[in-house]
């Protein structure tokens, strides 16, 4: 069964803190995103990455790092520089040959307080 | 910056009335995508336009990408309970490899029975 998982669903931290976002995808994607979404804000690009080992800062990459160590694998971390981290996270991949039609993971919804 | 603007945010008809939204680009666009987002759900790929002026449809769903590739519109015809959502555009700029989707703001479409 192919497709995105991101994990938790839910993730609650305090303040301070950093917490890294769960994103694995077996679609064999060469190219991975992240995005936040707020309320009336849409998607956001906060990082992505196009092949292994290589990633561009989006919009709002300011107080988030990621790694791409694996083809599957696009984990992202809310640091705690980030000033308002409370938000919903899309994870997504796409195949460039195939004109970038992204599929989404179902999201984890970051409450910090 | 670049960016992909989408009108109106929100929009409520009554089931069976007619629906648009409107995309434009700062800058011409190799291709444009739109996707759908459920309420509490991922946003999910509906279709991706490529060609100067091209229509295409799918079922009540008319989707226009326009002559000058810097906007495009999405029709939906009759609408039903089940239309319910966000729909977002996203462009890719023309002639600039290696950059990601802009994702429009969303249009969030409700409907009553």
């Known amino acids: 069964d192919g497709g995105i998982t991101q994990s938790p669903k839910y993730l609650f931290r305090k303040e301070g803190q950093n917490v890294t976002l769960s994103c694995e995808q077996n679609l064999n994607h060469d190219a991975m995103y992240w995005y936040r979404q707020d309320p009336g804000q849409g998607l956001r690009l906060i990082y992505y990455?196009?092949?292994?080992?290589?990633?561009q800062k989006g919009d709002i990459a300011e107080g988030y790092s990621v790694s791409r160590e694996k083809k599957e694998s696009f984990p992202l971390t809310v640091t705690s520089a980030q000033k308002n981290p409370t938000a919903f996270y899309l994870c997504?991949?796409?195949?460039?040959?195939?004109?970038?039609?992204?599929?989404f993971g179902p999201g984890t919804r970051l409450t910090v307080t | 910056g670049q960016q992909v603007m989408q009108i109106p945010q929100y929009q409520h008809v009554q089931e069976g009335e007619d629906f648009t939204t409107y995309c434009n680009s700062s800058t011409t666009l190799s291709n444009i995508q739109w996707y759908k987002q459920r309420p509490g759900g991922h946003p999910v790929f509906l279709i991706q336009l490529v060609k100067s002026g091209e229509v295409k449809k799918q079922k009540r769903l008319t989707f226009q990408f326009g002559e000058a590739k810097k906007n495009s519109s999405l029709h939906i015809t009759a609408t039903q309970t089940t239309d319910v959502g966000t729909y977002f555009c996203a462009g890719l700029p023309a002639n600039q490899a290696g950059t990601a989707l802009i994702f429009g703001k969303g249009t969030t479409l409700s409907v009553s029975s």
């Open positions: 990455s196009q092949i292994v080992n290589d990633f």
């Open positions: 997504a991949s796409s195949d460039p040959g195939q004109g970038l039609e992204q599929y």
